[in-house]
Structures are given as structure tokens and as C-alpha cells.
């Protein structure tokens, strides 16, 4: 797993890194917020903001650009659909958002451990326990998540070179059908997992 | 610690009708280091899992030091660390000191405390140099070390193995070997290395979903050659 789309975080002493984690969360979310305002300006600005930020965080241009590789397709496709649908301004919006909040994501992730991650998230949720929810939960579930996103492109991989070694590339049934299933037997080995620790148990 | 089988036995649905995958079985675990060998399939990776829960028992009880597995499972669980043949699948933080961290948060709810109780684990298992590197760029020897770490970390009274040495290669299978005969606590070890076997107390040659012989380790590692 050598190209997480997520950045791994890495300890420093940036200021990002010194940025409490509730703080990041909350830019996240009201950039998130704001680049769904149409406006390819707001989307130029979101994407200079976030590369000044990919700068300040020390990621370095190679991590950067490894992140950014994971959804070139996407973007390709992205931008294609909206030249054809809508005409050049609305694709340069439309990538420039997704860059945007895709390389603002990784900034958070490569600059926050994921126990701090946790800490933030179980504190934000701590309210809702009066609704039944439980915070220890909801904060785990948010971190597997982001440990599952690379997990699952790693299975992609893996079944897709399996597929090529049996001449079944332009099978999409090769693909498909190996891939859900070891997605799911690999959530339910993290769930026997988390089980075996004891974890999420309190 | 003792861990009690009582007429346990497991079941599941098979296409034609359910299938048995281990038979009535009546056990008291006492010695301090138990092996668990037979074919594949023979149903000794279940008998591991019954102890912690991860399997439940059809029928019977089974309880760790009088607590019943399948009422009381959380509690049996703190007593009871569990370690799964491949590493990967019990790892589920990206880097090592915080997937150690993950398993001491319920001991130290400060993060700078949790922070420094994990890295002293990651230092006494000798893998301190590896605390911030991402689980997915280690060994599958450092990440058994690590998945081992982070069981031993919350201190349970046993720990099961389930073929812990299978993944690796000769140096890091006797690494972990030494560890896990190193340590204090009592050990249920599921394994095809009859060497390891043979150093445990007692070991059950389990096939077809039967305990069929029940012995020293020297003995049980002598039949299961004999029969296999």
C-alpha cells in the first residue's frame, strides 16, 4: 500500500501540525461548504488556498502529486462530462473543487494523528450521548473509514492483477465479483479484529 | 487461569443441513502453555476462538476462570488477547504507536499519557524505531511483533494464538516464538510448527472436529506424526 490517497500522517512541527484538530475539521467542513458555491472563482481561490496549505504542511511536491494520481481518472472524467454538459468554465469549477477539497483532506490527514483524529471527534460528539449516540463509536467508525479507503485500493489492485494473470482483464466480472467479496471478508476480519481487542466494546 | 469446555460443541448451516465443526467437547485448560495442532480444517482454529468469543458455541458453555464466555464476553475479552495468523487484519491504525495507542485507550483516557504509555510498549518489544512508520510499509515479521505489541499492551491473563509463526520466514518465526514462550502469561497457541508444539506443557491433536489425543507436547507431537 505504497499510495494512500489520504496522506499517512507524518509527525512535525509545522504549524499545521500544531493546529488543534477540532480547528482543521471545522475549516474542512466550511471549505467543503463554500466550494459548493457555484462560482469557477471560488474554486480557483479554494485551489490556491489548499496548495498553499499542501506548502506550509511540508507534504512535499512527490506526496502531493501521489495523492493527486489516485484520482486523476476521476478528475479526466470529471471534467470531460462537464466541457460536454455544461462548457469550459463549469469544468475548471468543477476540478478545481475537487482538487481542492481532495488535497485539503490529505493536509488534515498527513498533519493530524489518527488518535487525535479520535479524541476531537469523540469530544464534538459527546452531546449527542443523550440521543443514544456513542461517541467512542462514531469516532472509531469515522477512522476506519479513512483506514478503509486505501485498504480498498489495494484490493483493487491485487484483483485486478490477479485478472490480467488469467487473461480476464476485460472481464468485468473478474473484477467485480473478487473485489466485493474481499472488501466485505476484509471488514468483517477488521470487525473480528476489533472484537479480538476488545475495542468499541465500553 | 483456566479455561473450561463444557460438552461444547459448534455448528453451522450447510447446504444440506447443519454441519459440525467441532463435536461435544469437554476441556479444562490449566497449564500455562497449551498447542492446538492438526490438519487444516480440523476445527483447532475454532476451539482457539470459543476462548475469546469470536466463535460461539452451539451447545455447552465454555468460561475463562469461571466467567462465561457468552454472557460475560467483554470481561472475558479484557482477560483474553487474541493474535490472528496474518497481521494485516489486526492492525487497524495507520501507523504503529497509534495502533498500540488504539488498544490502551480505555487504560489512559490523557493522549499525551496514552502517546507515551504506547511508545514505552513499542520500546520494550524493541520496536521503538518503528513507532512512526505506517503499518503498511513494515515486514510481516515487524508487523507480527507489532500485532503482538498491541495485544500484550492491555494486559490480558491469556493470550491465543492462532498459527502466529505461519506468514513467516525462519528468523522472524523464531523471533516471535520468543517472545510468546517468554512470556508470563498463559498461552494457547494453534500452530502447524511441531517444534513449538512440542515445547508446550500440553497439546491436542485435533481432526474432523474432534480432540483426539491429549498429551505432553512431546506426546501429542509424537501421535499427530504417527496418524497424520
Known sequence: ?202 | MSIGLDRVGVTVPGPDGPLTILEETTLDLTERRIALIGPNGSGKSTLARLVNGLVEASTGQVTVDGLDVATQGREVRRRVGFVFTDPAAQLVMPTAVEDVALSLRRAHRNRAERQRAALAVLEAHGLADLADRSVHALSGGQRQLLALAGVLATGPSVLVADEPTTLLDLRNSRRVADLLFGLEQQLVLVTHDLDLASRCERALVVDGGRVVHDGTGADAVAHYRATA
Open chain 1, 1 to 202: 500500500m505504497s499510495d494512500p490517497l489520504l496522506g499517512d500522517y507524518r509527525p512535525g512541527d509545522t504549524v499545521l501540525h500544531r493546529l488543534p484538530a477540532g480547528a482543521k475539521l471545522l475549516a474542512l467542513a466550511v471549505g467543503g461548504t463554500v466550494v459548493a458555491l457555484r462560482s469557477p472563482t471560488i474554486g480557483l481561490v479554494a485551489l490556491a488556498v489548499s496548495l498553499v496549505l499542501v506548502a506550509v504542511s511540508g507534504m512535499g511536491l512527490r506526496r502531493t502529486l501521489r495523492a493527486l494520481r489516485r484520482i486523476a481518472v476521476v478528475v479526466v472524467l470529471l471534467g470531460a462530462f462537464a466541457v460536454w454538459q455544461h462548457g469550459w468554465w463549469r469544468a475548471v469549477e468543477s476540478v478545481a473543487d475537487l482538487v481542492a477539497l481532495v488535497l485539503a483532506a490529505t493536509v488534515l490527514t498527513a498533519t493530524t494523528s489518527v488518535d487525535e483524529l479520535l479524541d476531537t471527534l469523540t469530544r464534538l460528539l459527546r452531546p449527542l450521548r443523550r440521543l443514544g449516540v456513542d461517541p467512542e463509536t462514531v469516532a472509531l467508525a469515522f477512522s476506519l473509514t479513512l483506514r478503509a479507503i486505501p485498504t480498498t485500493l489495494e484490493i483493487a489492485r491485487e484483483t485486478r492483477q490477479a485478472a490480467i494473470a488469467r487473461g480476464l482483464q476485460r472481464d468485468p466480472r473478474a473484477l467485480l465479483v473478487p473485489l466485493v467479496i474481499r472488501v466485505v471478508a476484509e471488514a468483517r476480519s477488521t470487525g473480528q479484529a476489533l472484537q479480538a481487542r476488545g475495542i468499541g466494546e465500553d
